[in-house]
């Protein structure tokens, strides 16, 4: 499976970030979604996280309340929204995927993922 993440770009502190990760290879649908993000001289960390059907997801408390994420099987398609961008929201961000099963995974830790998108850089302006 292949991840394209797309949509970053400069952004203005308190507006509205809309970052997309297309998925192709495979269908999503058999695929758990994490976003994540890496600020330079800082540890990747995970952003947001959707299961297979979307029904469960999850939020890093730095987002949660501000961040949405939305899949789309049929277009093979995960948007992750955040809101009210702070200067911190800065970062590149990275989709990637886990095969789905009856297990839990921790939505937060990257190694729980087996194929990354290659980044998309989040400017916040303040």
């Known amino acids: 499976v292949q991840l394209q993440a797309s949509g970053g770009g400069l952004v203005q502190s308190g507006g509205s970030l809309r970052l997309s990760c297309v998925v192709s290879g495979n269908d999503l649908i058999y695929y758990r979604i994490g976003w994540f993000r890496q600020a330079p001289g800082k540890e990747r960390e995970g952003v947001a996280y959707?299961?297979?059907?979307?029904?469960?997801?999850w939020y890093a408390d730095s987002v949660k309340g501000r961040a949405t994420i939305s899949r789309d099987n049929a277009k093979n398609t995960v948007t992750l929204q955040i809101d009210s961008v702070k200067p911190e929201d800065s970062a590149v961000y990275y989709c990637?995927?886990?095969?789905?099963?009856?297990?839990?995974?921790?939505?937060?830790?990257?190694?729980?993922?087996?194929?990354w998108g290659q980044g998309t850089l989040v400017t916040v302006s303040s």
């Open positions: 990637a995927a886990a095969r789905t099963g009856e297990y839990a995974i921790i939505a937060y830790d990257p190694q729980e993922y087996h194929a």
């Open positions: 959707s299961s297979s059907n979307g029904r469960s997801t």
